[in-house]
């Protein structure tokens, strides 16, 4: 019996072993650190190149690309009005984003410091920069005013007529 200063850790029986890894589980594990990150700032440069190409602000509301909720209800959809909204911010022009969609205004720092930081993290770099942490609390917080702000914009008298898009 080991005294009680050797304790010898407890040990512990699976039922089951663990499945293997998949052959995509395998090669993610072998991709480089900066792979992640690299393949995210390709799919948002992408979205960046496609919002300036196609010039949203010109296009209609039955113009294709088209919403399905709006081209079927009538109604602005809760992410209707992005597009226009991310193309007035890459042009500075921050007031006209908001009237096309306020919450995708306010999230974006959010976004792209989560992004910043991620990437700064994840490539082993001399420094490291502090995690966004966001409680679950402000996360409900901003899903109901993005609900409150979707439903208000579809309400055909003023105040609320300013942000219909």
Known sequence: MPHASEQVPPYYHYAFPPPPKSRFQR??????????????GALIGGGVA????????SAGAAD????????LTGFDC????????????LHGDIPAAAHHHAPLVFAAPFLAYL??????NRLNLPFKLPQ???SN???????????????LRNLPWAPFT???V
């Open 78 to 89: 809760p992410g209707c009005g992005g597009t226009r909204a991310a193309w007035y911010m």
């Open 50 to 57: 496609y919002t300036l190409l196609m010039k949203p602000t």
């Open 137 to 151: 609390g402000a996360m409900i917080g901003f899903l109901v005013a993005w609900l409150a702000f979707s439903v």
């Open 27 to 40: 090669l993610i594990d072998r991709l480089p650190a900066w792979a992640g990150p690299a393949g995210v």
């Open 64 to 71: 294709t690309p088209t919403c399905i909720v709006k081209l």
């Open 162 to 164: 300013w942000f219909f």
């Open 115 to 120: 992004y910043v930081s991620w990437t700064v």
């Open 132 to 134: 966004l942490r966001i």
